[in-house]
């Protein structure tokens, strides 16, 4: 079938009117010649400062120590946050959010809210060597540090929704109270935002931020993570709590219920898997949207490439901007120390 150079309807452009033809006089290819100007017409950025690298901080490691489910992710012994953090930030890596491995667990996860806890150490050695130039995200949840894996108090086997609110709020004082810029509660607890909140404009802690896990799904994708952090629930699971994947309006309600109570940011995790949630999420609030590259798509996409199934650097980059692309103003991801130097490389 020929392509004509037919004239298409009238656009209105504002203060003007003009006829748009086709080809051969609209080529879009001028636009693709080159990486400069495939740069400089592109839509969608990733920069590292959009980033923001987990980091899994182990009380009793004493040495660094590879996770076997996700090639390339370490945990940290305490004595060598630092030095990650450095690393990081000289591949222009500037934001970090502290998962806790603590050495005793107990049915009320008393080393969450523990002055002395891991989580908060590692945030007070981050700060004292950094500043302000580190922008620390704590995640504020209980399930690391109770003996059975739950995010909540249990009461017969079940969450209490009511009474796991005192405790999470007691862990989000104690993460601002080490230094924490932003507290980031991922129990999927209703009322969590709210009584977090109150329990650190309270304290004083007005200008500490909430960094909400609004729309966190149940997903078969956490489990590299859960076995990196030693958090699988010993009975049971979360779906009571965590949302459920067939469902997006109900994620719009849990991100509206979260601005509402005071989330300075609110979160879609899974990354991937969650493209249409969101999406919708940013065209409907008008709000800053993170979203969590899990430690499943992580793997995947780590394995793939170093099996040669994929170019992984190309992988990579392509996955972190269609979440971009999708509406994302901060990624959390394991690829953040990478993602500099991907993108100084010329692309294909």
């Known amino acids: 079938m020929a392509i004509t150079n037919a004239k298409c309807p009238q656009v209105d452009n504002g203060a ?67 030095r990650e ?37 590692a945030i007070a050695l981050i700060k004292q060597s950094f500043g302000d130039h580190a922008v620390v995200f704590a995640d504020t949840c209980l399930c690391e540090y109770t003996s059975h894996g739950h995010c909540g108090f249990v009461v017969g086997g079940v969450v209490d929704n009511d009474r796991s609110l005192e405790l999470l709020s007691k862990v989000a004082v104690s993460q601002a109270e080490a230094g924490a810029d932003f507290v980031s509660p991922s129990a999927m607890m209703d009322g969590q935002v709210k009584a977090i909140r109150e329990a650190l404009d309270k304290e004083g802690f007005r200008d500490t931020g909430i960094l909400a896990y609004s729309a966190k799904y149940a997903s078969s994708f956490y489990g590299p993570f859960r076995s990196a952090a030693q958090s699988a629930p010993k009975y049971g699971d979360r779906r009571g709590y965590q949302m459920d994947a067939r469902n997006v309006r109900e994620a719009l309600k849990e991100v509206e219920l979260d601005i509402r109570e005071g989330a300075d940011i609110v979160m879609v995790k899974p990354a991937m898997p969650y493209l249409d949630v969101l999406s919708e999420v940013r065209r409907r609030f008008n709000h800053p949207v993170a979203a969590y590259q899990v430690s499943g798509e992580y793997t995947m996409l780590r394995l793939a490439g170093r099996q040669g199934y994929v170019d992984e650097r190309l992988a990579i980059l392509e996955s972190l901007t269609s979440i971009r692309r999708a509406g994302a103003d901060l990624i959390i991801t394991y690829f953040a120390p990478e993602v500099s130097s991907f993108i100084q490389e010329p692309g294909d």
């Open 85 to 121: 953090v450095e690393v990081a930030a000289e591949e222009g890596v500037n934001s970090f959010i502290v998962f806790g491995i603590p050495s005793y667990k107990d049915e009320l996860g008393t080393g969450a809210y523990a002055r002395e806890g891991v989580v908060q150490k």
């Open 16 to 82: 003007m009117s003009e006829r748009v033809y086709g080809y051969p006089i609209l080529r879009p290819r001028r636009l693709r010649r080159s990486e400069n100007v495939r740069r400089l017409v592109s839509e969608t950025d990733l920069d590292p400062s959009k980033l923001i690298m987990p980091l899994f901080v182990r009380e009793s490691a004493q040495k660094k120590e590879e996770i076997p489910e996700m090639p390339g992710v370490y945990r940290l012994p305490l004595e060598q946050v630092v």
